[in-house]
């Protein structure tokens, strides 16, 4: 399985292990350093706290280049009327007589406590290539759809707080 990354996903994702090898992971080596010295290691809860927090590190540095390695490309461009990715997109949800919107985003930096979807999720995939007043089928399961209406599409760009999230 592969997970899907725009560029920029990629370059984030780039940055942040080159952040951790040269800063995050010197000062844990200094930490697992400074806590060895303090004596007794079978008792010494800096030792172990270091450790941990070195090794944590390490394997966020192995888990981001394995998703690099194993990435799939894909472009963040889509017309200006039609959704994509990092389009903030009003729908009506007809079932809950409720307007809602929502930001389209890569899997890994979508965040539904903050309203960003995946272009993976029901909804992501059901809006996606749609446009201004269509309404657009939703389906959860063979069980469950809705559907929605498209209100409204805003063209954004990514922010600083999109960030990859942690697994």
Known sequence: MYDELTKQDIEKMEAEIEYRKLVVRKNALEAVKEAR???DLSENFEYHAAKKDK???ESRIRYLEKMIKTAKIISDDS????VGLNNTVT????EDDVEETYKIMTTIRSNSLKDKISIDSPLGKALMGHKVGDRVLVKVNDNYS?????RKIENTSEDE???IRRF
């Open 37 to 39: 010295a303090h004596g």
């Open 79 to 82: 017309k200006a009327d039609e």
């Open 55 to 57: 090794n944590q590190n």
């Open 161 to 163: 707080d999109d960030e």
């Open 146 to 150: 809705y559907f929605v209406e498209i």
């Open 91 to 94: 729908i009506y949800i007809e």
